[in-house]
């Protein structure tokens, strides 16, 4: 008897420690998503995917950024670094560089080669993100983990991954395969060139895009043929059914395909690919998946929140969700492994659509508010000082400012003050006052957390709820949408997690996007990374 009571104990001291083993962590990034969606659609999605994550996990159902500006870049760049881009350096996904004199992405490496291709697309490298990831910190804590990253867009793929990733792999849009480049790898790992050479992409094109279901039901949506929506190629209206097959012409076919969700189910194939071949979650250790759906923004700035072709993409991927949570309990097995899914941000309406319905919002041309500034300057100063402006920031001609011996200061308050005196401009700041400012309101905060000197203008400003900024209007200047604001439209995004010692609950408390790494951290037994500044999601802990 009491052999059977010690035979019974060990089993079960065994069984406790395989259920408390995380094998594999795995983060989703859904890009453009919006945190309705989970509800909108909620009611058409099957029990496998977003349903399985919300309803058996934990729904923070209060998750915002906590600073501006809200792009694909930078949100990566906060969600594995636990901070913001005043300390990861990841401002924008592109910005001006005064050393080089032009634009720059935050991924581009002119010093590395692409691996897979010919192309020019594999030029690309973590370098200019300024601190550690959570997958960094699990490469130097334990060496032998395995992080494998993956996107359509590169920086969905780069910055998650981190300096130390094993493979970080993008879509290649001259060839449809996925690269990498030489700061990784001298060459593609055997997997990953046979998944290649299936040339899935060109068999999605031979495809018609049509509604998941009848599409009489989609009634979460507008109108198929909506005013607000741009044209594909080769389609003379926004509406479905999309003949891929007519529609794929010449080099811009592969632009064509990320347009649609078959490149979700190719990415999900990647996914699955990496999973079984890289053997994550199969050895003594805990491995790191990152998967970025970037698909969904693509079709979001062309047909907006409202649309039919988003409410399908998203009942498709939800689909794929399910199909990559089926992958994991085979491969890792139930209950050894955790998922995260979030939002890198999500998008205001289509502001033609809020100025045609009496609501705020609407397109703000800069162009010419521009061209009137460098006029007053000119007046004033005798010389054009503005060297560059984009994405809300205006920079300055050091060189000729420090050439004539003129007042920088003076300079920055001068043009302050005509931005502020713009329509639609709700706050405007320098740079000088965000970084003596020890503290300030809500909309100070968000815009300091966002600004890192060496990369931002001179003069940063923010618009009103709403507005989207333009440089002139066109033709097709009412169609489509985007983001960057600090705004709750584009601010709040679905964070939801799911998998061993996750509990059941929601969260509705606020927490900030930064809150992810540090949490991560406790579940991986790791120190947090570098410029970490969130905190950790405790009731997500301690279970």
Not at 100 to 112: I, R, Y
Not at 271 to 285: P, S, V
Request: charged share 20%; hydrophobic share 35%; aromatic share 12%.
């Amino acid at each position: 008897m009491r052999l059977l009571i010690i035979s019974i104990l060990i089993s079960f001291q065994v069984f406790s420690q395989e259920k408390n083993t995380t094998k594999v962590v795995v983060g989703i990034v859904v890009d453009q998503m919006c945190y309705d969606y989970l509800y909108r659609f909620y009611d058409k999605f099957g029990d496998g995917g977003f349903k399985r994550l919300m309803n058996d996990g934990t729904n923070c159902r209060s998750t915002q950024y906590n600073y501006v500006p809200t792009y694909t870049g930078p949100g990566h760049a906060s969600i594995y670094t636990g901070t913001t881009p005043e300390n990861h350096g990841i401002v924008d996904n592109d910005w001006y560089s005064r050393i080089a004199g032009k634009e720059v992405n935050c991924v581009s490496n002119d010093s590395v080669q692409t691996v897979g291709s010919t192309s020019l697309e594999g030029k690309c490298a973590p370098t200019r993100l300024k601190c550690l990831t959570i997958t960094d910190q699990l490469k130097m804590t334990y060496p032998d983990s395995r992080v494998i990253a993956m996107s359509i867009k590169n920086r969905g793929a780069i910055l998650p991954g981190g300096h130390l990733s094993d493979g970080s792999y993008w879509f290649d849009y001259a060839t449809g395969d996925f690269i990498t480049s030489t700061f990784y790898a001298k060459t593609l790992p055997s997997w990953v060139a046979n998944f290649n050479k299936q040339d899935y992409p060109q068999s999605f094109l031979n495809q018609t895009w049509s509604t998941l279901y009848d599409i009489k039901t989609y009634t979460e949506s507008g109108p198929d043929n909506s005013p607000y929506e741009h044209l594909l190629p080769g389609k003379t209206t926004p509406t479905f059914p999309y003949d891929l097959k007519a529609m794929a012409k010449g080099k811009l076919r592969f632009d064509l395909f990320t347009s649609t969700p078959f490149a979700n189910t190719y990415l999900t194939d990647f996914a699955i690919g990496a999973l079984k071949n890289e053997l994550l979650g199969k050895n003594d250790r805990v491995d790191m998946l990152c998967v970025s759906y970037s698909t969904p923004d693509i079709i979001g700035h062309a047909f907006g929140p409202q649309s039919v072709e988003i409410e399908d993409t998203y009942l498709r991927l939800d689909k794929e969700i399910e199909r990559l949570l089926s992958a994991l309990d085979k491969e890792v097995g139930t209950n050894q492994y955790v998922v995260f899914l979030t939002a890198d941000h999500a998008v205001v309406p289509v502001p033609q659509y809020l100025v045609d319905n009496n609501l705020p919002g609407g397109s703000v041309y800069l162009t010419e508010a521009m061209k009137e500034l460098n006029g007053k300057i000119y007046s004033k100063y005798g010389d054009s000082l503005i060297i560059n402006n984009s994405y809300l920031n205006i920079y300055l001609n050091h060189d000729i400012i420090r050439a004539k011996n003129l007042d920088k200061t003076a300079i920055c308050d001068f043009v302050k003050q005509e931005v502020a005196s713009w329509k639609h401009v709700k706050r405007v700041y320098t740079g000088d006052e965000l970084l003596s400012s020890a503290g300030g309101d809500y909309w100070t905060e968000k815009v300091k957390r966002g600004f890192h000197p060496a990369e931002c203008g001179d003069i940063i400003f923010i618009l009103e709820p709403g507005y989207l900024p333009h440089g002139t209007e066109t033709a097709t200047s009412e169609r489509g949408t985007s983001h960057g604001s600090g705004f709750s439209y584009d601010s709040h995004v679905p964070l939801l997690w799911y998998g061993n010692g996750i509990p059941k609950q929601q969260i509705f408390r606020p927490i900030s996007i930064t809150d992810i790494t540090p949490t991560l951290s406790h579940i991986l037994k790791v120190a947090f990374p570098s410029a970490c500044t969130g905190a950790p999601i405790v009731e997500l802990l301690g279970q």
